[in-house]
Nanobody, 121 residues
Framework: QVQLVESGGGLVQAGGSLRLSCAALGRIFSIKNMAWFRQAPGKERELVAD???????TYADSVKGRFTISRDNPKNAVYLQMNSLKPEDTAVYYCNMGIITRGNLRESRYWGPGTQVTVSS
């Protein structure tokens, strides 16, 4: 089985920065896309940033120009650099990966446990 481990969340003042990290552990054959989602209280989970295996990236309009997604394939890791944070960025952030395991060889989606990001005014 595969597990995703997240770190980097916390409380920061508006205008500050945080860097989220997520690493996949387990019997991994290959990883396709790596992405970050977030969910604020009472709202649907939304895609924040996506990094495909082919190297393309997409961002939600609300974070474009402020957030940067990157990946380190040898470490099975994805990162989200968040700058110029705003109170509306407050949410639980989840990493998500499309992974082919050595036991199954079929792509499945895996979620991290979520890390809280709180931006104060």
């Amino acid at each position: 089985q595969v597990q995703l481990v997240e770190s980097g969340g916390g409380l920061v003042q508006a205008g500050g920065s945080l860097r989220l990290s997520c690493a996949a552990l387990g019997r991994i054959f290959s990883i396709k896309n790596m992405a970050w989602f977030r969910q604020a209280p009472g709202k649907e989970r939304e895609l924040v940033a996506d990094f495909t295996n082919e190297g393309s990236t997409t961002y939600a309009d609300s974070v474009k120009g402020r957030f940067t997604i990157s990946r380190d394939n040898p470490k099975n890791a994805v990162y989200l650099q968040m700058n110029s944070l705003k109170p509306e960025d407050t949410a639980v952030y989840y990493c998500n990966m499309g992974i082919i395991t050595r036991g199954n060889l079929r792509e499945s989606r895996y979620w991290g446990p979520g890390t809280q990001v709180t931006v104060s005014s």
